[in-house]
């Protein structure tokens, strides 16, 4: 690729179309095709199987999402773990969190870390914390050998094709409640409502079954099909939408703020009826 359009099909007649200026690395990994290519609006832009995974100018709000949510709402976070993520910028907003002790990363493909720390520094450099063990393997099978272990769970998976098939399963879910302490919570990014509403009610049904607080929110991502995201949160005990003010510190974010906490959780209605 280099010097032309790409564009990430949604349906056999919709798709977001982005002007790319050069290739930078071209790889069909053991398990995926890795594009890191440049881009003129968007930076430096991570494609797995043809699908945009971030963008250099827009990654602050998926990252941002993912990490602060769960770890603003429970009390105490110590010890996290990030399934997939190997872009790192889920790392990188956990470790604003001085109170968490550790954080493990595992995702399955080290190239996906390999050149994102070499293209994508900014998202990536925190995968050298001390306080960061970086692991590669399958999520899905950390995930059935971990027992009563992490505060805080975080799916920052592809989408459910290739290798993270398993991670969109019940028995997923269920295994991630067992590797949680008694008051974990977990979050998984769940794909949009206008093309892949199936995969957001499947993915609640199955969270409910096993969670007791189960709620889904939103965020805008430009780059990401239709640009409406949504994330799923699994609780055992406390509700992100009853954290005290006191419990919010401050750190530098760029979407993610106290009230946002609270108002992403206010779904559009054919989003709310999705879930229903
Ligand atoms: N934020 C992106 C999105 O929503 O499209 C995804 C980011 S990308 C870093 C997701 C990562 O999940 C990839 O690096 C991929 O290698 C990893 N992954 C896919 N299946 C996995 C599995 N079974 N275990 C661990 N990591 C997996």
Redesign the pocket.
């Known amino acids: 690729m280099g010097g032309h359009w790409f564009t990430e099909k949604q349906t056999e007649n919709f798709g977001i179309t982005i002007k790319i200026n050069r290739t930078l690395h071209t790889e069909q990994t053991e398990?995926?095709k890795l594009d890191m290519v440049e881009t003129e609006e968007w930076g430096n832009m991570?494609l797995?199987d043809g699908?945009?995974?971030?963008s250099q100018v827009d990654e602050f709000v998926?990252h941002e999402m993912v990490a602060h949510v769960p770890l603003f709402t429970h009390p105490n976070p110590e010890n996290v773990l990030v399934?997939?993520?190997?872009?790192g910028g889920v790392i990188r907003e956990i470790m604003k969190h001085p109170g968490v002790k550790k954080a493990t990363l595992?995702?399955?493909?080290g190239k996906?870390i390999e050149y994102s720390k070499k293209y994508l520094p900014e998202i990536a450099g925190e995968l050298e914390n001390e306080r960061v063990e970086v692991k590669v393997?399958?999520?899905?099978m950390h995930i059935a050998e971990s027992n009563n272990e992490y505060d805080v769970i975080m799916v920052?998976?592809?989408?459910p094709v290739?290798?993270?098939v398993?991670?969109f399963s019940k028995g997923f879910y269920a295994g991630i409640s067992k590797a949680l302490k008694e008051d974990g919570i977990f979050v998984a990014?769940s794909d949009n409502p206008w093309f892949t509403p199936d995969l957001i009610r499947n993915v609640q049904r199955d969270v409910r079954e096993i969670f007791p607080i189960t709620r889904l929110y939103t965020a805008n991502i430009p780059t990401?099909p239709s640009g409406l995201?949504t994330f799923t949160l699994g609780s055992k005990k406390y509700d992100p939408l009853e954290v005290s003010e006191d419990r919010f510190h401050e750190i530098e974010t760029k979407y993610y703020t106290k009230e946002l906490h609270k108002a992403a959780f206010v779904l559009p209605k054919f989003v709310a009826d999705l879930i229903k």
């Not at 399934?83 to 872009?87: I, K």
């Open positions: 398990f995926q991570l797995l699908m945009v995974m971030t998926y399934v997939g993520g190997g872009d595992v995702d399955i493909d996906v393997g399958d999520g899905f920052d998976s592809t989408e290739g290798p993270a398993n991670l990014q990401y995201w």
